[in-house]
């Protein structure tokens, strides 16, 4: 499984960025894909998830009405549009695959995370 984050950079508030994660190594179409953030010293925080099918989205209060999750299931790739950002949404980037796979000792839980992408939003 391979997660290659893109599109971060610096921004002014107010201003937008689009984020790309490129998957490989798995059935990109059959999974759930998530995008987090996490900012110096603080623990990674969830923002958004995407359905495999794109029919249902789900979304941090925080970012809720700015930033839109979406993928394309053909060129493997999830996105995240981020809108009216603000100096708060600095942070790395990251996008997040889970993967469920029975065991022996029940249904174990596997997740691979891509190495990020920093943005920076400030004046």
């Known amino acids: 499984v391979q997660l290659v984050e893109s599109g971060g950079g610096w921004v002014q508030p107010g201003g937008s960025l689009r984020l790309s994660c490129a998957a490989s190594?798995?059935?990109?179409?059959?999974?759930?894909m998530s995008w987090w953030r996490q900012r110096p010293g603080e623990e990674r925080e969830w923002v958004a998830s995407?359905?495999?099918?794109?029919?249902?989205?789900n979304y941090a209060d925080s970012v809720l009405g700015r930033f839109t999750i979406s993928r394309d299931n053909v060129k493997n790739e999830v996105y995240l549009q981020m809108n009216s950002l603000k100096p708060e949404d600095s942070a790395a980037y990251f996008c997040?695959?889970?993967?469920?796979?029975?065991?022996?000792?029940?249904?174990?839980?596997?997740?691979?995370w891509g190495q990020g992408t920093q943005v920076t939003v400030s004046s």
């Open positions: 997040r695959m889970r993967q469920h796979v029975p065991g022996p000792d029940g249904m174990q839980v596997y997740d691979y």
């Open positions: 190594g798995f059935i990109f179409k059959n999974f759930g």
């Open positions: 995407i359905t495999n099918t794109a029919a249902d989205t």
